[in-house]
C-alpha cells in the first residue's frame, strides 16, 4: 500500500513560526512534525509516499530529499498555494498514487498512531481513524456504529488519518473539493467504516497545540527519534 501526506497547507494560525517556514517542517521534539510521520509509516511497512505541496513546498521538498534517511522513497506533488483544498489535492497526486487504496494523513497531527494497522484495510472504500473531540471541535465529526461511520450522535472527531481508494477522487467532478466531501458521500452510501483510536493524538494548529505537542515528544507519547 502507498502513503500520502497531506502537506501543503499554509499554517495561518502559527504565525509567525509559518511566515518563513512551511509548517510541515516546524520541530516537534527531535525531528520535524512531517518527520514524525515520515518515521511512522516506515515502521509501519510502508515504502512509496507521496507528498503534496504548495505553501513553501520547495523547502519541504529540500528537507526530506528522495526519503533515503528514512527507508522510504518519496514522491511530490506540486500545487499553487489555495488552488484545490485536500480532497482536489489528492485528486492531483492520482497519478503518483496508482488504483489501489492507499494510506491518507494530514502532515497536521501529531500522533502514535499504529501505521501498520492500516494495511488492514488495504480494500477498503473509505476508512477514517477517529479521536475524542479536542476542546476546539467538541461537536466532533462522524459516529461510529459496530465498526460503521454513521451520521449521527454522539460523534467524534476525524483524525486526519484513513484509507482510501482512488476512484472516489477520481469520481469528483470538481477540481477544488474538500476531503470531507469524499467521506461523508461513501457515507451516505454506506461504504465508510471507521476505528476510535485513544492514544496519543493533537491538531497542531494553534501555538498551544504546538507546545502540548513539543511536550508529549519530549515525554515519549509520541516518536522522537530522528
Known amino acids: 500500500m502507498k502513503a500520502m501526506i497531506l502537506a501543503a497547507g499554509r499554517g495561518e494560525r502559527l504565525r509567525p513560526l509559518t511566515d518563513e517556514m512551511p509548517k510541515p517542517l516546524i520541530e516537534v521534539g527531535a525531528t520535524s512534525l512531517i ?15 507521496v507528498i503534496n505541496v504548495a505553501y513553501r513546498g520547495e523547502q519541504i521538498v529540500d528537507a526530506l530529499g528522495d526519503g533515503r534517511a528514512w527507508g522510504l522513497r518519496l514522491h511530490y506533488s506540486r500545487e499553487t498555494p489555495g488552488e484545490l483544498d485536500t480532497g482536489g489535492g489528492v485528486r492531483r497526486a492520482l497519478p503518483l498514487l496508482g488504483e489501489a487504496p492507499f494510506a ?7 500522533t502514535d498512531y499504529d501505521y501498520a ?7 477498503a472504500d473509505v476508512h477514517c481513524v477517529l479521536v475524542d473531540n479536542p476542546q476546539h471541535h467538541a461537536q466532533g465529526d462522524f459516529g461510529l456504529v459496530e465498526g460503521r461511520l454513521v451520521d449521527d450522535e454522539p460523534r467524534l472527531t476525524y483524525a486526519g488519518i484513513g484509507v482510501f481508494d482512488p476512484a472516489r477522487f477520481a469520481a469528483m467532478d470538481t477540481k477544488r473539493f474538500a476531503l470531507s466531501a469524499v467521506i461523508r458521500k461513501a457515507l451516505a452510501q454506506g461504504t465508510a467504516s471507521g476505528e476510535h483510536h485513544q ?11 504546538l507546545d502540548a505537542a513539543r511536550r508529549a515528544a519530549v515525554g515519549g507519547r509520541g516518536r522522537n527519534r530522528c
Open 35 to 49: 518527520g514524525h510521520h515520515l518515521e511512522g509509516l516506515a515502521e509501519g511497512g510502508f515504502e512509496d509516499v
Open 104 to 110: 491518507l494523513i494530514s502532515a497536521d497531527v501529531f
Open 117 to 123: 494497522r492500516l494495511h488492514e484495510r488495504r480494500h
Open 199 to 209: 492514544g496519543a493524538w493533537i491538531d497542531v494548529g494553534r501555538p498551544s497545540a
